[in-house]
Structures are given as structure tokens and as C-alpha cells.
């Protein structure tokens, strides 16, 4: 959706973006909210993603519940809708923002349905120099690849060993403001920035209130917490089961704190070798 959001809301996004950065001054290690890039100092703090944005400051949890975004995702997976905890801005600064190699989300978040989306919206112009996310058309309908590196889960498919083929993926250029939405099946992936410009997209998930996460990937002790996070509709205590693939996200990543952490254990890395044009 071109330009969804503009003015006063684009402004406000990446001012509280700026802000949040700027805390990473002084930091030495990865925080709840904060994971750094593998160049980072605290002299010259680097980071790579805001982690559960809507934990990390007010204006984040107000926007997920927007009626641009909700009212998109109703006809795809209906009245009643959920934002699951884990969502993200991903920051790939100018020069070594870093890359994110092939996954399936549905790998790290099954659930007893798979209406179950996720939401980017644009911070930065986003075109093929700067390392734009890309997507596999149709395979959100195919296989469920495996995720895992020396028998742990590690969050991103190794193309060579899988015989998965990514040619047809396409790049996805669009203006600041502008929305995306892609099932969690769907295979995407994205390259290192190494333009003169950064490139930043917030990203949030959102599922059907009745579709119930799998094997504790999504505590639901607390079920006040877990019904806060309904942003449209009501929730339900009745999961709608469906026949659908899963691989579960066990056992868990060597490295835990992001995609990035879980995606250091992969061996044969793509986008090691993937020539990105540059400016």
C-alpha cells in the first residue's frame, strides 16, 4: 500500500525511532530492547533492531491498533485480530546495515491456524540499492522448509542444501510510508545496505484471535496480557484448528535474542555471496 502513512504520523515514527537509537549510547551489550550490530562501540553505538517495539515506548503499541492497518487485515483474516508480542524495526544503516538470509516466520511462531500475517511499514525510501526486502511470490502455499543448523534451530534456510530455489524472488521498492503485508509462510529474505542511505522497517505481526500459538512459543499464563494485544474484534478461548505443516522451533537457537543471533550458526550463507548492486 503506497504512502499509507505520511505527515504527522511518519514524522512521530521516526522521531520516537531516533530517540530510542540514541539510548544506545554508552551500551556494551544487546538489552530487551535494543540488539546491536557486531560493529557497535559504545562510543559509536550501532544497533540493528528496536526489538518488541510495542513495549518500547507508547506511540508503537497506539499504532499497531491503527484503522489503516486493521482495516487491511480484516478481509485477509477476519473481524477478530491479535498482535503478537514479537515485533520489530528493523534498522539496516547505511553501509552495513546488516542482512537477514531466506526464513519462513511460520518457522518461528506456528499456530493452530495460519491466518497469521505480518505488517511492515517504512521508515526510509526502500529500493535495490539499499537493501530492500525480498520476497518469493507463492510460496507461502509450498513446503515449510527445515530451519536448522547442527541440530538446532537457527532461523534461515541453507538455499544450497535445500535445493530451494529463489530466483524468482522479487525486490520490494516502495516511498516512507508505505505498508506491506506478507503471509507468515511466505519466504523473504534481505541483503546488506551497502548504499550511502539507510533503510528502516517497522514490523509488526498479527494473527487471528483464533489462531493459538504452538509448543509455548507465546506464553499464554498470563491471559490478560494476552487479550490486551487484541487490536480488533474480540478474543476467543476456542483455538480453530487446521491442517497445516509445522516444524517446530526446537531445539531452541545457540544464539537467542533476534534473527540475527539465531542466524549465526547457518553454514552456507547466501547473502555472503548475493552481489548487490551499489550506488
Same mark, same amino acid.
Given at each position: 500500500? /503506497?504512502?499509507?502513512?505520511?505527515?504527522?504520523?511518519? #514524522?512521530?515514527?521516526?522521531?520516537?525511532?531516533?530517540?530510542?537509537?540514541?539510548? #544506545?549510547y554508552?551500551?556494551?551489550?544487546?538489552?530487551?530492547?535494543?540488539?546491536?550490530?557486531?560493529?557497535?562501540?559504545?562510543?559509536?553505538?550501532?544497533?540493528?533492531?528496536?526489538?518488541?517495539p510495542?513495549?518500547?515506548?507508547?506511540?508503537?503499541?497506539?499504532? #499497531?491498533?491503527?484503522?489503516?492497518?486493521?482495516?487491511?487485515?480484516?478481509?485477509?483474516?477476519?473481524?477478530?485480530?491479535?498482535?503478537?508480542?514479537a515485533?520489530?524495526?528493523?534498522?539496516?544503516?547505511?553501509?552495513?546495515?546488516?542482512?537477514?538470509?531466506?526464513?519462513?516466520d511460520?518457522?518461528?511462531? /506456528?499456530?493452530?491456524?495460519?491466518?497469521?500475517?505480518?505488517?511492515?511499514?517504512?521508515?526510509?525510501?526502500?529500493?535495490?540499492?539499499?537493501?530492500?526486502?525480498?520476497?518469493?511470490?507463492?510460496?507461502?502455499?509450498g513446503?515449510?522448509?527445515?530451519?536448522?543448523?547442527?541440530?538446532?534451530?537457527?532461523?534461515?534456510?541453507?538455499?544450497?542444501?535445500?535445493?530451494?530455489?529463489?530466483?524468482?524472488?522479487?525486490?520490494?521498492?516502495?516511498?516512507?510510508?508505505?505498508?506491506?503485508?506478507h503471509?507468515?509462510?511466505?519466504?523473504?529474505?534481505?541483503?546488506?545496505?551497502?548504499?550511502?542511505?539507510?533503510?528502516?522497517?517497522?514490523?509488526?505481526?498479527?494473527?487471528?484471535?483464533?489462531?493459538?500459538?504452538?509448543?509455548?512459543?507465546?506464553?499464554?499464563?498470563?491471559?490478560?496480557?494476552?487479550n490486551?494485544?487484541?487490536?480488533?474484534?474480540? /478474543?476467543?478461548?476456542?483455538?480453530?484448528?487446521?491442517?497445516?505443516?509445522?516444524?517446530? /522451533?526446537?531445539p531452541?537457537?545457540?544464539?537467542?535474542?533476534?534473527?540475527?543471533?539465531?542466524?549465526?550458526?547457518?553454514?552456507?550463507?547466501?547473502?555472503?555471496k548475493?552481489?548487490?548492486?551499489?550506488?
Amino acid at each position: 500500500m /503506497p504512502e499509507a502513512f505520511s505527515g504527522r504520523t511518519l #514524522a512521530e515514527l521516526r522521531n520516537v525511532t531516533d530517540r530510542i537509537v540514541e539510548s #544506545a549510547y554508552g551500551l556494551r551489550d544487546h538489552t530487551d530492547i535494543l540488539d546491536l550490530e557486531e560493529s557497535h562501540t559504545p562510543d559509536c553505538p550501532r544497533v540493528r533492531r528496536i526489538k518488541r517495539p510495542h513495549l518500547a515506548h507508547p506511540f508503537y503499541n497506539e499504532l #499497531a491498533r491503527n484503522e489503516t492497518i486493521t482495516s487491511t487485515l480484516e478481509p485477509l483474516i477476519g473481524r477478530n485480530i491479535r498482535l503478537r508480542p514479537a515485533g520489530k524495526i528493523n534498522m539496516k544503516a547505511a553501509g552495513y546495515g546488516s542482512p537477514v538470509e531466506w526464513h519462513q516466520d511460520w518457522a518461528f511462531y /506456528p499456530h493452530t491456524n495460519q491466518d497469521v500475517l505480518a505488517v511492515g511499514i517504512l521508515l526510509d525510501d526502500m529500493d535495490r540499492n539499499n537493501g530492500p526486502l525480498m520476497f518469493l511470490p507463492g510460496s507461502h502455499k509450498g513446503p515449510i522448509y527445515d530451519h536448522h543448523s547442527d541440530g538446532a534451530f537457527c532461523g534461515a534456510i541453507d538455499v544450497e542444501s535445500s535445493g530451494l530455489d529463489v530466483s524468482g524472488a522479487i525486490e520490494v521498492h516502495a516511498t516512507a510510508g508505505s505498508m506491506t503485508v506478507h503471509h507468515a509462510r511466505l519466504i523473504h529474505g534481505s541483503a546488506l545496505n551497502r548504499s550511502g542511505r539507510q533503510r528502516r522497517i517497522l514490523l509488526y505481526e498479527y494473527a487471528a484471535a483464533d489462531a493459538w500459538p504452538l509448543a509455548g512459543i507465546e506464553s499464554v499464563a498470563n491471559m490478560e496480557e494476552f487479550n490486551s494485544r487484541i487490536v480488533h474484534g474480540q /478474543p476467543t478461548l476456542q483455538p480453530r484448528m487446521e491442517d497445516v505443516p509445522v516444524r517446530m /522451533p526446537l531445539p531452541i537457537a545457540k544464539f537467542q535474542g533476534s534473527i540475527y543471533e539465531n542466524q549465526r550458526t547457518l553454514e552456507s550463507r547466501y547473502f555472503e555471496k548475493f552481489e548487490a548492486p551499489v550506488e
